[in-house]
Nanobody
Framework: VQLQASGGGLVQPGGSLRLSCAAS????????MGWYRQPPGKQRDLVAV???????NYADSVKGRFTISRDNAKKMVYLRMNSLKPEDTAVYCC??????????????WGRGTLVTVSS
């Protein structure tokens, strides 16, 4: 099982970006999918998560600006980021809790994609 994230880059304050993450491999079922971020020199924190029943949770710092969504058929999760601020600068990693027939339930992480918000 692999998670592949894309969509990071350099954006000016107030701008927008959309991150995408695709899950592939021996996947029978996916429970939660989400995004975490790790700013330079800081710990990794939750940004947003969506469960298989479409329950969504956001970090307080991104509520009203970020929107998480998922496409179960494509095994993808997205993060639309609007009104970006310099403090949103971080490496963003996608996450999924996946059931595979050979390994059962496990948590998987994709390689991060860097988002830099700067003028």
């Amino acid at each position: 099982v692999q998670l592949q994230a894309s969509g990071g880059g350099l954006v000016q304050p107030g701008g927008s970006l959309r991150l995408s993450c695709a899950a592939s491999g021996n996947i029978f079922s996916i429970n939660s999918m989400g995004w975490y971020r790790q700013p330079p020199g800081k710990q990794r924190d939750l940004v947003a998560v969506v469960t298989s029943s479409s329950s969504i949770n956001y970090a307080d710092s991104v509520k009203g600006r970020f929107t998480i969504s998922r496409d179960n058929a494509k095994k993808m999760v997205y993060l639309r980021m609007n009104s970006l601020k310099p403090e949103d600068t971080a490496v963003y990693c996608c996450y999924a809790r996946i059931f595979s027939t050979d390994r059962g339930w496990n948590d998987y992480w994709g390689r991060g994609t860097l988002v830099t918000v700067s003028s």
